[in-house]
């Protein structure tokens, strides 16, 4: 296929199958890069419209007769959303995975052979088995193999954030099938994680795609935390009662118990973890993406993948382990381009476990120091007092501006130098060593140091140390952020198998000499009320309309939904598969005749215009 050809070939497919009139930022570019059989590695957000720029290709490279794309996924569930969202646009797509019956995966086998099928989704663990070598084989000889996609390409490597050996093996495709091109997609990865994707996948002459990192949509509010569960309840009620959400939690337990809480608050809640049965967990998931309205409560197990647009907030109750975590995971929200929340308490502990997780780690010490690395920069947006969005953007190398849309850019915190507060707990904890030997934890440091005359302080004879009292003007909420910042940056460590005991470094001396300046904000646990969020009306558990439609335009677009939900059901879809809101709300507005009226509603391609479109022109007339 000559360039000259491509473009108006990748139009055609994506405003006839997919029903959009125009590409968006540069799955343009990507996608005629990737037609003409180039290697490609792109970057791109959640959200972004990363599936296009290899399902198109796929759907080009076929016509022009190159065979079929086999899609690398680890996702069982985005497997069979992506094949059922394709069958609805008239494209022949199939999986092969574990939910699959003997006969059902030979029966897709044969297909495969004959090349019945555009793209094949397969997780990297089948892919790189002796039989589907064997398959893949046969289909290369016969000039039958178009195109690679590798899906979640973080995922081979080490510094991702959701590594998986399995991939490691997908180097088998450049060795084994040079000639067939390959596209890696992946919507977070820092420079590291870049160069690491590279050279593990031998895509190193591959050109690359970056897009922006921004999600302008998502306002990004970070808190102290006191009372995690209090606070998430206040977050939900007074933000986002009735909205689809993600709340995510360290532990399985954690999980289970805010599931509950969140019930019992007339919240509908849903537990999601790795050590629910299988069934379980799948019918929690099943429900999260058919329904409207649901809160998914989940250790990290749950996400990836997940196409639900409709997210309006996701809320972390503990600290992830890095950024590219944290950017992944809030980018589940507001995939659909209206506004979107990102929320985050954490305190002192959650620094505290994730640096023993690391120190406890059997990894090697340049590997740890990497994971530090990034732990450090989490936090420093964390407490930083500038714009949120600006540093998040910054770790991904991307400059910006203030975005006017986070905590500290709408409510600015107050600034205090705690350089002298952090010199005074590191005597504290010098001195209380020398004393006596033993270490305690930071409880204790900060009584003796608020000269709190405990009974524990009495018995060790802690109010004889020169520190004593030091520190009364400190709160404990000032002290407790100042060591944060010493645990982010080495200077104080916290020994696990010591009851939690706090030992000082040898980066303490640079603090303790004045060396290194500790700048802290005042609080984080009460920022000041939010300003409306763009676009939001009035939050309640009924289902949202568009507040651009008038009286009968809603009436159309609530009729719609319902019809839209009944459809979902029968096809076992999500019911954005069928059609997004966007689209019902475009068809609400134009509230249409004729099936011509149809045409040019974005989202509404020629399949689904010829499966849908007289049962929506009786809905809307029906309205």
Request: aromatic content about 6%.
């Amino acid at each position: 296929m000559g360039a000259s050809s491509t473009l108006p070939a990748c139009h055609a497919i994506l405003r006839e199958v997919f029903g959009y009139g125009d590409f968006r930022g540069p799955q343009q570019a990507i996608i005629e890069h990737v037609v003409e059989g180039c290697d490609a590695l792109v970057l791109m957000p959640t959200g972004g419209g990363k599936s296009l720029c290899y399902q198109i290709p796929a759907i080009a490279r076929q016509q022009a007769g190159h065979g079929i794309t086999v899609v690398i996924s680890p996702l069982i569930a985005l497997m069979h959303d992506q094949v059922g969202a394709l069958h609805e646009a008239g494209v022949s797509a199939a999986f092969l995975n574990s939910t699959l019956s003997g006969e059902e995966a030979t029966q897709v086998e044969k297909r495969l052979m004959r090349g019945d099928i555009t793209l094949l989704y397969a997780a990297p663990e089948r892919v790189t088995t002796p039989r589907f070598l064997a398959q893949l084989d046969f289909l290369h000889e016969r000039g039958q193999l178009s195109l690679f996609a590798i899906d979640e390409a973080h995922c081979v490597s080490q510094w991702g954030h959701d590594f998986r050996p399995e991939y490691r093996a997908l180097t088998v495709l450049h060795e084994r099938y040079g000639s067939v091109p390959r596209i890696a997609l992946t919507a977070t990865a820092d420079a590291l994680t870049r160069e690491d994707i590279l050279e593990r996948l031998q895509l190193q002459e591959a050109r690359q795609f970056v897009s922006s990192f921004d999600r302008p949509n998502i306002s990004y509010t970070i808190v102290e935390k006191k009372d995690a569960t209090q606070q998430l309840l206040r977050f939900i009620s007074r933000e986002h009662m009735g909205d689809a959400g993600i709340v995510y939690c360290q532990s399985r337990k954690r999980v289970e118990d805010i599931a509950n809480v969140l019930c019992d608050e007339g919240i509908a809640a849903l537990p999601y973890h790795a050590g629910l049965d299988a069934k379980v967990r799948q019918a929690n998931q099943d429900q999260f993406l058919r329904s409207e309205g649901v809160v998914m409560v989940a250790t990290i197990a749950f996400g990836m993948g997940i196409d639900k647009p409709d997210v309006r907030f996701v809320a972390h109750l503990d600290m992830p382990k890095n950024i590219e975590g944290y950017y992944q995971e809030t980018g589940r929200a507001g995939r659909d381009g209206e506004a979107a929340d990102a929320w985050m308490c954490y305190g002192l502990q959650d620094v505290v476990n994730q640096r023993r997780m690391i120190d406890e780690s059997p990894a090697g010490e340049e590997f740890k120091q990497g994971l530090r690395g990034k732990l450090d920069a989490l936090l420093g947006l964390a407490e930083a007092t500038d714009c949120r969005r600006v540093r998040l953007l910054a770790y991904f190398g991307e400059a910006s501006q203030p975005c006017g849309n986070c905590d500290n850019c709408l409510s600015p915190p107050e600034v205090w130098d705690g350089t002298e507060a952090a010199r005074k707990l590191l005597s504290t904890i010098y001195r209380v060593q020398q004393m006596g030997g033993i270490s305690y934890g930071a409880g204790h440091i900060m009584d003796i140091l608020r000269g709190k005359s405990t009974e524990k302080v009495a018995q060790r004879g802690h109010e004889a140390l020169s520190t004593f009292g030091i520190g009364a003007d400190l709160s404990e909420v000032q002290l407790r952020g100042v060591l944060r910042q010493l645990i982010a940056i080495g200077a104080v460590t916290v020994d696990a198998e010591a009851f939690n005991t706090l030992q000082l470094t040898d980066a303490s001396r640079a603090v303790l000499k004045g060396e290194v300046p500790v700048q802290l904000r005042a609080s984080v646990s009460s920022p000041a009320e939010r300003k409306a969020r763009r676009g939001s009306s009035v939050i309640g558990a009924a289902a949202k309309v568009p507040a651009s439609l008038d009286t009968e335009g809603q009436d159309r677009y609530m009729a719609l939904k319902a019809w839209r939900a009944e459809v979902a059901r029968e096809h076992n879809l999500p019911a954005y598969v069928i059609f997004h809101d966007a689209t019902l709300a475009a068809i609400a507005e134009r509230a249409p005749q004729s099936l011509g009226d149809l045409q040019g509603i974005s989202g509404i391609g020629a399949k689904k215009l010829e499966a849908y479109g007289d049962e929506v022109l009786r809905v809307v007339g029906g309205a």
